[in-house]
């Protein structure tokens, strides 16, 4: 079954159009992550959520944005795309312990997305 | 903030030899050290992972060596196999901490 999910796994938009990619978990974790993922590169965190609090990467450009609004669902939205936004998004999910990471990080398919 | 480095950027080697992957890291505090496994167009997928009170760890094929005094650790993929090739990624989660840094991959390649 699958335990963190994307939607949809491939997006087109056109540069400038405002574009939502949504993950859903079942696995009740408490931290939700971002990666922006180019090719031949590794993932970039672009931001995480450890359960309602919003952690942004000094180096994310103020075009992305993220909402959360449970435990299951973290929304990624881009205001303007341009050409360069044209990645695969990936969400990832973890449980925090008090002593750090209690689980390994669960990656969704991803989300492909082209700017034309 | 963390900073993990990853070497080599590619490896190529014969079906049944082995393949090391080194990293490294730069914060001392960092307790969690996984490794991730992915195949074209697919998700980053957990291999093994390792935490900072043990200094070795094995899964089959697979080990996963850590030597916090150096700040450093270690993929060993022994009798390898054509489909081991992939990317693999080494992350680190700095002390106390969510997030997850990762290097930059190594592109293994098993010639059969």
């Known amino acids: 079954d699958a335990m963190v999910i994307q939607n949809p796994r491939y997006q087109v938009t056109q540069f400038g159009k405002p574009v939502t990619l949504s993950c859903s978990q079942t696995?009740?974790?408490?931290?939700m992550y971002w990666y922006q993922q180019k090719s031949s590169q590794a993932p970039k965190l672009l931001f995480h959520?450890?359960?309602?609090?919003?952690?942004n990467e000094a180096d994310t450009p103020d075009n992305f944005q993220s909402r959360r609004p449970n435990t299951s669902f973290c929304f990624l939205d881009i205001r303007s795309p341009g050409l360069g936004d044209a990645a695969m998004y990936l969400c990832?999910?973890?449980?925090?312990?008090?002593?750090?990471?209690?689980?390994?990080?669960?990656f969704g398919q991803g989300t492909r997305l082209t700017v034309v | 903030g963390e900073n993990v480095e990853q070497h080599p950027s590619t490896l190529s080697v014969q079906e049944g030899d082995s393949a090391v992957i080194k990293c490294t890291y730069s914060?001392?505090?960092?307790?969690?050290f996984p490794w991730y496994k992915q195949e074209l167009g697919k998700r980053p997928q957990l291999i093994i992972d390792?935490?900072?009170?043990?200094g070795e760890k094995k899964d089959q094929r697979i080990a996963v060596t850590l030597n916090k005094t150096a700040k450093h650790f270690s993929l060993h993929i022994t009798e390898t196999q054509p489909e081991d090739s992939a990317v693999y990624f080494c992350?680190?989660?700095?002390?106390?901490?969510?997030?997850?840094?990762f290097g930059k991959g190594t592109k293994l390649t098993v010639n059969p």
């Open positions: 992350a680190a989660t700095p002390g106390g901490s969510e997030k997850l840094v």
């Open positions: 696995l009740n974790h408490n931290v």
């Open positions: 990832a999910t973890s449980r925090l312990g008090g002593a750090g990471v209690d689980t390994e990080a669960f």
């Open positions: 390792i935490r900072s009170n043990v």
């Open positions: 959520y450890y359960d309602k609090d919003f952690n």
């Open positions: 914060d001392s505090a960092s307790n969690y």
